[in-house]
């Protein structure tokens, strides 16, 4: 990979002007009218068309991902709320009409056929005709009610706070506690934890019902019977079907849950504790003090560009370029919303990473992860077009969750402790295989929810009980906590935020493996097929990048059966 000589500046602009930023609908709208009104004569013509479509869309999109990135920062702030807002509500409508035109435009296009045979467009062709497939203009007044009831997902998890050993915490700081080898101190976090989320149960509900209805009105206007049918077409699921999704649940239930209860039956005998709660499972079972990789949100940035470093040169100069142009703001604080994400910013080509970072190994994988979704968009920023670009999440998640496991062989420059080392890759395995099934429950509950819409509260209760029992361990004790259980899936912000984007988590995962296998049997070759793989951006359909990496997309029983052996195997060797 090649060294990057310099700060990278966004491409110069050949069909807006150089000065132009996003103030009002008014401003757009003449660049969409150009496009909507262009005589195309040609394959050049059209090919130029779709590349000014593509530079006034990488604009746009970019100027929505500040104004969100500014809101989830800095939720309290009023200014920063309202301007996502007023997009939302007065840019976004106003494109989605124009945006159907355009499409209709190209598709009846004469020279369109010639134009897909060049590699990428058969790919982008296929989406746009997609969009055509499932636009309605009834549709863009509800999107703009879903997109404005998803901020208060945000808006109420970022309030919450506890009070422990007389500090007020975020929910994500205090659960730095869970990790205490003083068993009181875990059940007190854990019990303060869930009380304060059983606060805001109730708004939780209500808001998720309405969130329901409303993207049901969205599947129905468009033709389909729910809105998981709408979604599968939405989110160009070209490649696998709701079948393979029940598929891939029952292999994780048959092939990975019996793991988790080995697991957890070992974790009960090392803690000696009578039963198994919930606040016993972030603990090291032997004992020890959580393990600390990082002090602050700077070191957690200087140790993630060593590690990228190592890796390549290449991949610690993407983070370094991302810390000087302060794309990075990685702590938890007080008013910032929960999760974390790594935001692309299509125009100039470097994203921006947020987290809530304390001091845990949870948060240094996760700028593993986020930092593998940079990398990503540093590969790809110089397609052609943005859509080239815009890839779907089972193969994004597939560069986020391979750079976590390839990252492992320099974890020692977050523990020199060789035994802290050793044991920061044995919690992640295990953390890996205990999150397959979560991805599992998640996704089944989802599928019910939508295939539902009109359950009533004690139904959703009663259906996930039923899910989270058949993919959960059968140790853990539940007893007198049936209410935190209840409303365990309240704090899932895919839920809210990003309806089924949840199960390319799980398919990821097991490409991921696969990718970490190849580097484990040659480390030229396997960091090649990775780099390979995340180049194509979405130029090829999902099996063919995989298959650019050197691995599978195959989620059968079978293959998830090799790729646990194999995990397994490498926890042997720990």
Known sequence: ???????????????LTEDFTITSWEELKPYFENLLERKIESVQDLKNWFSDRSEIESVVAEDLAWRYIRMTCYTENDEYRREYQYFVENIQPQMAPISDKMNKKVADSPFLT????AEGYDIMIRNLKKEIQIFREENVPLFTEINTETQKFGQLNGAMTVEIDNKELTLQQAAVFLMSTDRAKRQEAYQKITARRLEDKDPLDALFTKLIQLRHQVAVNAGFENFRDYMFVFLGRFDYTPQDCFDFHEAIQHE???ILNEFSAERKRLLKVDRLRPWDKAVD???REALKPFTNGNELTQKTIEVFGRIDPFLGQCISIMMEMGHLDLESRKGKAPGGYNYPLPEIGVPFIFMNATSTLRDMVTIMHEGGHAIHN???RDLELNDFKSTPSEVAELASMSMELISMDHWDVFFADTAELKRAKREHLEDIIETLPWVATIDQYQHWIYLNPHHTLENRRAEWNRIFDKFADTVTDWSSLQTAKDYLWQKQLHLYEVPFYYIEYGMAQLGA?????????????????????????YL???????NAAGIKFDFSREYINELMNFVRAELAKI
């Open 256 to 258: 990975v849950v019996p």
């Open 1 to 15: 990979m090649a060294d990057i000589k310099e700060t990278p500046q966004r491409p110069v602009r050949k069909f």
């Open 285 to 287: 079972p032997a004992g």
């Open 540 to 546: 090829r359909s999902i099996p063919e990048i995989y």
């Open 513 to 537: 493996i696969a990718v970490w296998r190849n580097f484990r049997l040659d480390p030229v070759k396997g960091l090649q097929g990775y780099v390979n793989a995340l180049k194509l951006g």
């Open 378 to 380: 540093f590969l790809t």
């Open 114 to 117: 010639a134009l897909s045979a």
